[in-house]
C-alpha cells in the first residue's frame, strides 16, 4: 500500500508538470507527502481522505487566492494527517501487545500457588497506548478547528468546551457559534457543515472526556484491569465501560478511529464546499486511483 501512494503522489506531480507550469511551492508540497507511509488499509484510508484529498483536488487554484493562505491550510492538514496516523499506530500496538500480555499473564498466573482467588494487574504498557492514541485524536481535533481559519476566517486554536443552549460544556460548540457569526452569503453555504459537528458533539465531547481523564484525573476509571479468572484459568481482556454496557478496548479503539476519520473527511468537505461555487461537489473515486476525490457538477 505504501507503493500505491508513492505512485498516485509521484503521477500527480509527473503529470501536471506535464500540462501547466506548476508553482513551484506546489511541486514542494506534493514532494513532502512521498514520504508518508502506509502500514495498514486504515492508513492508506487516512492519507486518501485528507492530505491526498486536498491536493488531488487542487485547493490552491480552486479556493485559495494567495500562496500563503494555501500554504497555512495544507500545513495543518498535514499535521492532522500525521496525528491520526499516529492513533492508529497506538492502536496497532495496544492490538498487538495485548495478545503478549494475556499471554504471558496466564503463564505467571498458573505458576502461582493460590489458585483460587482471581488474580488482577494493572497492564502499564497498555494503558500508555490507550492514552497516546486519546491525545493523538485530541490533537487531530485541535489541528481539524485550526483549518477553518485560513479557510472561513475565523480564529480558533482548537476544538475546545463551549456551553451549548442548555448551559452544558461541549466540544464543538466553538465552531458551531463561528459558523452562526459568518456573512450571511457564506453561511447558508455553511449550513451543513453546522449540522454536521451539531450531530457528532455528544459523541466528540465523549472521547474528549476521556483524553481530559488521563491527564488531569490520573487516568481513566472506566478502563479495567486484566483479570485472571481461576474457574476456567482464562485471563480476561481489557474492557472500557460506557454508560450503555463494556466493550472490549480494542475494539474501542478501532471503531473510534473508523469513526474519527470519517468525520474528519466529511468536516474538510464540508468546509471546502464553503469557499466554492455553488453547484460543486465532491465525492469519491472508487475506482481506488489517483486522485481519490474528485469534483462534480450538478
Known sequence: MYKKIVLWLSQLLTTRNRSINMPKYDQ????????????DELDTEIINSTITMILGLNLNNIVFKD??????????VLNLTKNLLKANEHYRKYYKEEEIFLREYKKKCLKNSNTNVFLT????SLNTEIDGFLSQIKSALDTLATT????????????????????IKKSGTRIVNSIENLPEFLKNKAK?????????VDGITYIVNLRDKVHHSGGLKSITDITYDFRNKEVISQYIIHSEGKELVKNFLLRTLKDIVLFFNDTLILS???KT?????????????????????Y
Open 28 to 39: 514542494e508540497y506534493m514532494t513532502l507527502g512521498l514520504v508518508m507511509e502506509s502500514k
Open 277 to 297: 461555487p455553488s453547484g460543486m461537489c465532491i465525492r469519491k473515486n472508487n475506482k481506488k486511483d489517483f486522485p481519490p476525490y474528485n469534483w462534480f457538477a
Open 272 to 274: 471546502i464546499l464553503i
Open 121 to 124: 494487574t494493572d497492564p502499564v
Open 148 to 167: 477553518m481559519n485560513p479557510l472561513l476566517g475565523f480564529n480558533l486554536n482548537g476544538w475546545h468546551k463551549n456551553k451549548d443552549k442548555d448551559g
Open 67 to 76: 500562496k500563503k493562505t494555501w500554504e497555512d491550510y495544507f500545513k495543518k
Open 192 to 200: 451543513g457543515l453546522k449540522k454536521h459537528i451539531e450531530n457528532n
